[in-house]
C-alpha cells in the first residue's frame, strides 16, 4: 500500500486496483505521458476516487462495479480514515482544508492532470479541488454527489418524490414514515437509520451489511468538522464551475432519496459541460445496483 506525505506531515495512503505495474507513480505517470489536460487518456489511465461518508474509509468504493478492469482506480484515504495517519491537528478534517491533500497526491504521481471522480460527500471536496485547481482537473465525475459545497438545497418532497418510487417493498411503510418525519424537519438518530433502505437500489442483505459496515469505517470526530463553519463558499464556487469549461459527468439513481434527480439535474447545470446519467431504480451506491451500467457510463465519459 502506498503512502506520501501531506503538506503538514501527515502520512496519507492510497490503493491502486487496474492494470498498474512496478513503481506506482512511475507506472501512473507514464499512463498518461504525452498527454496534455482536456486529452483523452488511453485504456487503464488513472482515475483519483475521493470518498464519501463524510470521512469514511475508501475501501467501500471498491473497484467501483468492474470500472478497475478499464481503468486504473486510485482511492485516497482521507487523513484519519482507513490507513491514513490521524492528523495532529483536528481542524485539518475540515474538507476546505483536505484540497491540499490531494493535490500533493497528484504530485506524489507525476500527474499534469486528473481525471477525478468525487462519490457523496466526497464530491464536495471533488468540488473544491476543482474550483481551486481547475487547470489540473482533466475531467470530473460527481456520483450521486452532496451539494453543500455549491448551496444547492433539496425539498423534502424531492426526497419522498424519489423513495415513492420504492413503494412496493415489503418495508416501505414504516420506511417512508421515518423519511417523511425527517422531511418535515422531525426525527432522532433511529428515525435516520430506518430511513436506510431508500438509499441502495435493493434492500437486501448485502446491502444492509453495506450500511453497517459504512458505520464502522466512518471517523465521526473528523465527519463532524468536515462540513463545519468556513468549509464551503457557495457562491465562489459556483462561479468557478460556471468558467470550467472541461468536461464533467453527474452520476444519479433515480430512487436515490439523498440525491434526487432534480438536484443531480441542477449540478449538472452548474457547469458548461456536463452530463447528466440517470440509473433507472438505482440509489445512492449506483456501482452496486448495476455494475456494467455504472461502468461502461464512467469509462464512456472518460474516454
Known sequence: MPTFTAPDGTELAYHVSGSVSGSVAGSVAGSLSGSVPGSVPGSGAPLICLPGGPMQDS????DLGGLAAVRT?????????????????????????????????????????????????????????????????????????????????????ERLAAARLRSAEPWFGPAYAALEELAAGRGSAETFQ????????????????????SHRQRNGEAAGVYGSEGAFQPAATRAAFAAFDRPVLVVAGEGDANTPVPTATAYAE??????????????HFPWHDDERWFAETVDGFLG
Open 59 to 62: 475501501a467501500y468504493l471498491g
Open 194 to 213: 430506518a430511513v436506510a433502505p431508500f438509499f441502495h437500489g435493493t434492500w437486501d442483505e448485502a446491502a444492509r451489511e453495506r450500511h453497517a459496515e
Open 270 to 283: 452548474l457547469f458548461p459541460k456536463a452530463t447528466l446519467a440517470v440509473l433507472a431504480g438505482g440509489g
Open 73 to 157: 482506480v486510485i482511492r485516497l484515504d482521507l487523513r484519519g480514515t482507513g490507513a491514513s495517519a490521524m492528523p495532529d491537528d483536528p481542524s485539518s478534517y475540515r474538507c476546505d482544508r483536505l484540497v491540499e491533500d490531494v493535490e500533493a497526491l497528484r504530485i506524489e504521481l507525476g500527474l499534469d492532470a486528473l481525471d477525478l471522480l468525487g462519490h457523496s460527500a466526497g464530491a464536495n471536496l471533488a468540488a473544491l479541488y476543482t474550483a481551486r485547481y481547475p487547470e489540473r482537473v482533466a475531467r470530473l465525475v460527481l456520483a450521486t454527489p452532496g451539494a453543500a459545497a455549491v448551496g444547492l438545497d433539496t425539498t423534502g418532497e
